[in-house]
């Protein structure tokens, strides 16, 4: 017995010493110090020793199973260095190796110009909304007293989703002054920028997708005058206090008077050079009364209420503001355009 515990000694710690892994380590207990292990199996037979013997195999047993444990535990703890140290060596990192430079994104200047006009507004009491770009037909054309047959609604003109002609992509923010009357307790002051669409070909000035912002306000006793002097002082915060306006008479179906506002050319002030293309004016917007049919089908009472809209490019007023000769320029987002801002 003396023999095989020695043998089991000699197998039981070169295999430990040899383990590649925690796991190994763990097959190598229980096979040797398990309750089905080689060690108890050993001890097992005791019982057919002599009582003179017993007490010493016990001794070397106890040995055995104490050198065995203190052996597995020497070697748990060496891998457990030896992994460690590979992953700080495959995990180093050399922090002073110099980093890549970020390239910083930068504000667009349609933006920038956009929440400059928000501010504007805001500051006169009027409310920013946002509205649907898939639209009902109604809403952006019907209820805006643009009838069946305006040539506005030509297929031509404008992207429908149905052959029916009911859902299309909004050709111009004016429904959000249906969807405002509609869902805003009077008296209204609102403000709705967003996109909208045309089908137009890319050129310089044209692009099938750009932005307007629309402005509406409904109160009792609202005059063109109110009209005049709010979009005259919007311009001169927009373009310097020096801004001169001007008031053309124009037409929309959903406004009656309706205007156009120009702006006396910020370059030559009026005497005509390339920015102004020689007219000494650029047009800014569309603006008007907002028609008493228009009111009426919205459920507004317009022998109560009265009140006057307007709407611009948004495009074209960043473009003239930063001198930016290219529609395209806008939609490319090129870094190295928008970092000029
Ligand atoms: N919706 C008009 C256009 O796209 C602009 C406009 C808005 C005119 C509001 C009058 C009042 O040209």
């Known amino acids: 017995m003396k ?11 070169s295999a430990i010493e040899k383990a590649e892994n925690a796991e190994a380590l763990e097959a190598l207990r229980v096979q040797y110090l398990g309750k089905k292990g080689e060690l108890t199996a050993v001890l097992k037979q005791m019982g057919k020793l002599s009582a003179e013997e017993r007490p010493v195999m016990g001794q070397l047993a106890n040995e055995l199973r104490s050198a065995v444990e203190k052996t ?27 980093g890549e430079p970020h390239r910083m994104g930068h504000r667009h200047p349609m933006y920038a110009v956009l ?26 054309f019907d209820k805006l007293n643009t009838d069946e047959g305006h040539p506005a609604r030509e297929w031509s003109d404008t992207f429908y989703f149905a052959e029916d002609s009911s859902r299309l992509l909004r050709t111009q923010t004016s429904p959000m002054q249906i969807h405002a009357m509609e869902t805003r307790p009077l008296p209204i002051r609102m403000v709705a920028p967003g996109r909208v669409y045309r089908k137009d070909e890319v050129d310089a000035t044209h692009s099938p997708m750009f932005h307007q912002v629309e402005g509406m306000v ?4 609202v005059t063109m005058a109110d009209l005049k002097g709010t979009l005259d002082q919007v311009a001169k915060r927009l373009y310097g206090e020096g801004t001169v306006t001007r008031f053309r008479p124009h037409h929309f179906p959903f406004t009656e008077p309706s205007c156009e506002m120009d702006i006396q050319c910020y370059k030559c002030h009026g005497a005509g050079c390339p920015t102004c293309k020689g007219e000494g004016w650029i047009e800014l917007l569309g603006a008007g009364m907002i028609h008493p049919r228009v009111l009426r089908m919205s459920g507004i009472d317009p022998d109560v209420y009265s009140g006057w809209a307007f709407g611009f490019g948004l495009e074209r007023m960043a473009m003239g503001r930063f001198k930016i000769g290219d529609l395209r320029l806008i939609f490319e987002n090129d870094v190295r355009f928008l970092e000029q801002f």
């Open 72 to 98: 597995l535990e020497q070697r748990r703890t060496a891998l457990a260095e030896a992994l460690l140290q590979r992953r700080l060596r495959d995990e180093a990192v050399d922090v002073t190796i110099p």
């Open 3 to 13: 023999e095989l515990l020695r043998e089991l000694r000699g197998r039981a710690l």
């Open 115 to 140: 929440d400059e006009i928000k501010q504007i507004f805001i500051g006169m009491g009027f409310e920013i909304l946002d509205g649907p770009e898939v639209e009902q037909s109604v809403y952006n």
């Open 218 to 221: 409904i109160d009792k006793g």
